[in-house]
Nanobody, 124 residues
């Protein structure tokens, strides 16, 4: 089992930056892929960014490519999501997810482990 805990969300103005963190505990050696998803009210959960646990491969949704960066610090068992040039449409609850599979997937159903999420609100 793997436990995931997110932090770093908040309320910011459009154009600002935030860094989300996801601390992993438990059988972290079993993790293949880590990802960030988000869900806005009334919408489906959508893929944001993903990476191999330990790198270097990264994957991004078109809507965030060039603005968001996913990275890992395996010594700290932590995954980060650096979010720059935030837009009001980035407002959502952001979730960290992990899977023991090593093949990347943008589908939420492919991930076994989920955190409780952290809220990001971007004001215009």
């Amino acid at each position: 089992q793997v436990q995931l805990v997110e932090s770093g969300g908040g309320l910011v103005q459009a154009g600002a930056s935030l860094r989300l963190s996801c601390a992993a505990a438990g059988r972290t050696d079993a993790i293949g892929i880590m990802a960030w998803f988000r869900q806005a009210p009334g919408k489906d959960r959508e893929f944001v960014a993903g990476c191999r646990w330990g790198g270097p491969d990264t994957y991004y949704a078109d809507s965030v490519r060039g603005r968001f960066t996913i990275s890992t610090d395996n010594a700290k068992n932590t995954v980060y999501l650096q979010m720059n040039s935030l837009k009001p449409e980035d407002t959502a609850h952001y979730y960290c997810a992990g899977t023991e599979y090593y093949t990347f997937s943008a589908l939420a159903a492919s991930y076994e482990y989920w955190g409780q999420g952290t809220q990001v609100t971007v004001a215009s």
